[in-house]
């Protein structure tokens, strides 16, 4: 016997169809699949790495001017926390008047807030101010393109100057009060 025949027809002609025994993608097709892939992965992973570092930089700036305005109504009322130890909140600050949760854990960009009071940083004397700095809990590796990111929202857009610049150790250090 012979093998049986599946017919079809295709613009307007008569053609016997192929039958197929393995339907798997060709080795071909494949690569170009692929291709394909690795030419929107290409595209798409810079545009998330900046879209992450532009929410890492709002969110810094935000704490730093919650931060702030909590400790300067804080002062305006009842005097200037004392200085406290990185990742500690400032002594005598309420939970209504202080995020305590981001103060505690580690920053965006790592390390934790340090409240300083009446301290020198970097060859300056600052009267209130808070750092970013490295702890056993988060480590801060720099970044200047991060850095001054959040200083052109923040400041001035120089890390040399202003209110939000470099500190002892290269650490962010957010002027309140000089």
Not at 112 to 127: I, L
């Amino acid at each position: 016997m012979g093998q049986m025949r599946h017919w079809s027809i295709a613009r307007g002609q008569l053609h016997p169809k192929k039958l197929r025994s393995n339907s798997a993608f060709s080795l071909i097709e494949l690569m170009v699949a692929m291709t394909i892939l690795s030419m929107l992965f290409l595209i798409a992973v810079p545009t998330y790495q900046r879209l992450q570092r532009k929410a890492k930089a709002a969110a810094i700036v935000t704490d730093l001017r919650v931060f702030a305005t909590a400790l300067q109504a804080h002062a305006h009322e009842s005097g200037w926390p004392p200085d406290v130890l990185p990742g500690v909140v400032p002594t005598g600050m309420t939970p209504e008047e202080f995020k305590a949760d981001d103060w505690t854990h580690p920053t965006p960009i790592g390390g934790q807030f340090d409240w300083e009071y009446d301290v020198m940083n970097g060859g300056f004397k600052y009267r209130a101010a808070i750092t970013i700095v490295p702890t056993s809990v988060a480590n801060y590796v720099r970044d200047d393109e991060l850095l001054l990111q959040i200083d052109q929202a923040i400041d001035d857009g120089d890390l040399t100057k202003g209110n939000f610049m470099l500190g002892e150790d290269d650490c962010p250090l957010f002027v309140i009060e000089k």
